[in-house]
């Protein structure tokens, strides 16, 4: 089957650095995703990792590692509006986007 | 770029009745478009994904009969909910992939459907 296995909250400070793990199963394997979601709002675009490595984007970086089904979420310098729940999509050989509950990330000041 | 919208936001409708939500894509042509729903608290749920000029695929467990989807161009998707019932309030959201090299996914902002 297919599975993917995030943390189900995390708790950071603000100023700091937070690593969200996240490790998949699926039927074939075309790239992942992350994603953000704020509570009551549609996920917005954070990343899209098909190649095993780091994939830096301003204070958010992703890393992939095919063979081990792992991927991480770095976020740096965390701000208060970072707070938000954190989806790991990985796409299945038909390229569909297959859903964990995400990582619900609080941030304290 | 990549910009996806819902129309409308929210809305309210009584028990029998039929609601349109529409999906754009504003600055790109998208070649897929997907709809889910989200119920508070859980994951996102694919309900169908719609090529341009061809019917939607729909997911299991999800009845094509009363979820009808058109995707009449590259850039727009509409979901209707015919005969709406108080369990169909949800929150319903459609992305847009871009397609050929990049399946980057987009979201649009999301509607929210209250069955009374």
């Known amino acids: 089957g297919q599975n993917i296995d995030q943390p189900t909250e995390m708790t950071a400070t603000e100023g700091a650095i937070v690593q969200i793990n996240c490790t998949y199963q699926t039927s074939g394997f075309n790239g992942l995703f992350w994603y953000q979601q704020h509570a009551g709002e549609a996920p917005t675009f954070l990343s899209y990792?098909?190649l095993d490595g780091l994939e830096e984007k301003g204070r958010f970086s992703s890393f992939l590692s095919r063979s081990k089904g792992y991927s991480y979420l770095l976020l740096k310098e965390l701000q208060m509006k970072d707070s938000a729940s954190y989806l790991c999509?990985?796409?299945?050989?038909?390229?569909?986007?297959?859903w964990g509950a995400g990582t619900k990330l609080i941030i304290k000041p | 770029g990549a910009v996806v919208s819902q129309h409308p936001s929210w809305v309210i409708c009584k028990s029998g009745t039929s609601v349109k939500i529409e999906c754009r894509s504003l600055?790109?042509?998208?070649?897929?478009m997907f709809w889910y729903r989200q119920f508070p608290k859980q994951s996102l749920m694919l309900m169908a994904t719609s090529n341009e000029g061809s019917k939607a695929t729909y997911e299991q467990g999800v009845e094509k009969d009363k979820f009808l989807i058109n995707h009449a161009s590259l850039t727009l998707s509409t979901l209707t909910v015919t005969s709406a019932h108080p369990e169909d309030s949800s929150f319903y959201i459609c992305?847009?992939?871009?397609?050929?090299?990049?399946?980057?996914?987009?979201f649009g902002p999301g509607t929210r459907l209250t069955v009374t």
């Open positions: 990792n098909v």
């Open positions: 600055d790109f042509q998208a070649t897929t």
């Open positions: 999509a990985p796409m299945d050989s038909n390229y569909q986007l297959i």
């Open positions: 992305s847009a992939r871009i397609g050929g090299e990049t399946y980057e996914q987009y």
